[in-house]
T-cell receptor
Framework: QKEVEQNSGPLSVPEGAIASLNCTYS??????FFWYRQYSGKSPELIMS????GDKEDGRFTAQLNKASQYVSLLIRDSQPSDSATYLC???????????FGGGTRLMVKP | DAGVTQSPTHLIKTRGQQVTLRCSPK?????VSWYQQALGQGPQFIFQ???????QRGNFPDRFSGHQFPNYSSELNVNALLLGDSALYLC??????????FGPGTRLTVL
């Protein structure tokens, strides 16, 4: 069973702090990794993609990938109450473009 | 530039009935993937269509079928509905194997 694991949370951080979201995956052959944000009652929104080891920054978001440890993370700097949502980690495990999702981590940013 | 659109927004059916959900991909995209998201869980891959053919399929029974039209739009059909089919059905479009962008989803309730 090829899996993607996330802590369901909730992860609670104060406004202005750094939120750190983590994800592990089971298939060493995975090549593509994605973070989606999902507000309650809405559909997932792509916020970051990462394909090679290291860090990738986009505004307040930084994705980190470590293929040797089979670990991908998302850092959100200067967290805002509007960042409160469920963050879904998705991995392209097999050949093709099928995404396998983790269960999501609920983030709460408190003013 | 229109994003991914889905119809209908909400749908209520009874057990044993059949349902058809529709998706129009983002302009310029040629690949459509369908996902099922149960409450509190991450999306699960149903299947993917490219060049009017099913390219990949997840672990879903044959009651779930689909189609892609020459204009790249797609339909998801579910026969013999079960209570457990109640979920948010998400369509995602992409250009070949690149990032997937989700539509707003169709909320299906089976009574």
């Amino acid at each position: 069973q090829k899996e993607v694991e996330q802590n369901s949370g909730p992860l609670s951080v104060p406004e202005g702090a750094i939120a750190s979201l983590n994800c592990t995956y089971s298939d060493r052959g995975s090549q593509s990794f994605f973070w989606y944000r999902q507000y309650s009652g809405k559909s997932p929104e792509l916020i970051m993609s990462i394909y090679s080891n290291g860090d990738k920054e986009d505004g307040r978001f930084t994705a980190q990938l470590n293929k040797a440890s089979q670990y991908v993370s998302l850092l959100i700097r200067d967290s805002q109450p509007s960042d409160s949502a469920t963050y879904l980690c998705a991995v392209n495990i097999d050949a093709g473009n099928m995404l396998t999702f983790g269960g999501g981590t609920r983030l709460m940013v408190k003013p | 530039d229109a994003g991914v659109t889905q119809s209908p927004t909400h749908l209520i059916k009874t057990r044993g009935q059949q349902v058809t959900l529709r998706c129009s991909p983002k302009s310029g995209h040629d690949t459509v993937s369908w996902y099922q998201q149960a409450l509190g869980q991450g999306p699960q891959f149903i299947f993917q269509y490219y060049e009017e053919e099913e390219r990949q399929r997840g672990n879903f029974p044959d009651r779930f079928s689909g189609h892609q039209f020459p204009n790249y739009s797609s339909e998801l059909n579910v026969n013999a509905l079960l209570l457990g089919d109640s979920a948010l059905y998400l369509c995602a479009s992409s250009l070949a194997d690149r990032e997937q962008f989700f539509g707003p989803g169709t909320r299906l309730t089976v009574l």
